[in-house]
């Protein structure tokens, strides 16, 4: 079901249907003339950065794959944590955990330890996306991971075998894109106390959903994996970049 084939129709069927449902949703939070581009330019700015980034890396992407993945520079090679894209990944983590960082030391109560446990989890996961750093310094994998480790690196998450790895890529964009389709369509006072402050938080952000669409779509294929975790994670930098983390101190997430 979940093999990775570029042919495979399970995972077209299901990136297609994302895009299907995903596309009037971006289109009507663009329509609703979004606070942030009125109020503060820079970071409407830096939303649209990661918007076009995306939408000009997905066809390069597919050309990519479909040529036998001859841009190695921009998207890595099989078996290899390198490229721009995987780097740009890599940045965006880091900027998570800074931001996280800096949250935390203005937060109040349990928002403190939780935003430092976000930023150990963006830490390791920066680690993790580059293999701890095996390719930039050129070092060999232990023999107990060149052995079991699926691209023979030095990491944790390709000892899990490929289908597993792509029905949680799927199930997690469906995830994004009911998400998506909550805070078109769903007023934050009509949710949940518990996740209202966040989604009147997103909702205010005018290409947070756009952003949560690409991320949830280009998470139904294997082609486009690394590209969903840019997207994901610049969505992610985007959302902290908007709760200002050098401003008053944080108990919730600011509506």
Request: proline share 6%; net charge negative; charged share 10%.
């Amino acid at each position: 079901m979940f093999d990775g084939h570029i042919e495979n129709p399970v995972a077209i069927a299901a990136l297609l249907l994302a895009a299907l449902i995903g596309a009037p949703l971006a289109v009507a939070a663009l329509l609703r003339r979004p606070a942030d581009a009125r109020s503060d330019r820079r970071l409407f700015a830096l939303g649209a950065a990661y918007l076009a980034a995306v939408a000009l890396l997905v066809p390069l992407n597919l050309l990519n794959w479909v040529q036998g993945g001859p841009m190695v520079l921009v998207f890595g090679a099989e078996g290899m944590d390198t490229g721009l894209v995987e780097y740009a990944t890599v940045a965006n983590f880091a900027a998570i955990a800074a931001f996280c960082a800096a949250l935390s030391r203005r937060a109040e109560g349990a928002a403190r330890p939780v935003l430092m446990g976000f930023a150990a989890l963006a830490v390791v996961a920066l680690g993790e996306e580059i293999s701890w750093g095996q390719w930039i310094f050129g070092w060999s994998s232990p023999e107990a991971f060149a052995e079991a480790n699926l691209q023979g690196e030095t990491n944790l998450h390709n000892f899990l075998p490929p289908w597993a790895f792509e029905a949680a890529y799927a199930l997690v964009g469906a995830g994004l894109i009911a998400v998506a389709a909550g805070l078109v369509l769903l007023k934050p006072e009509r949710l949940p106390p518990v996740i209202r402050p966040a989604a009147a938080h997103l909702s205010r952000l005018g290409l947070a959903v756009p952003l949560i669409v690409a991320s949830g779509a280009l998470m139904q294929h294997h082609v486009f994996q690394e590209l969903s975790e840019l997207a994901l994670t610049g969505t992610v930098v985007y959302a902290l970049a908007g709760l200002k983390p050098f401003g008053r101190a944080v108990s919730a997430v600011p509506a």
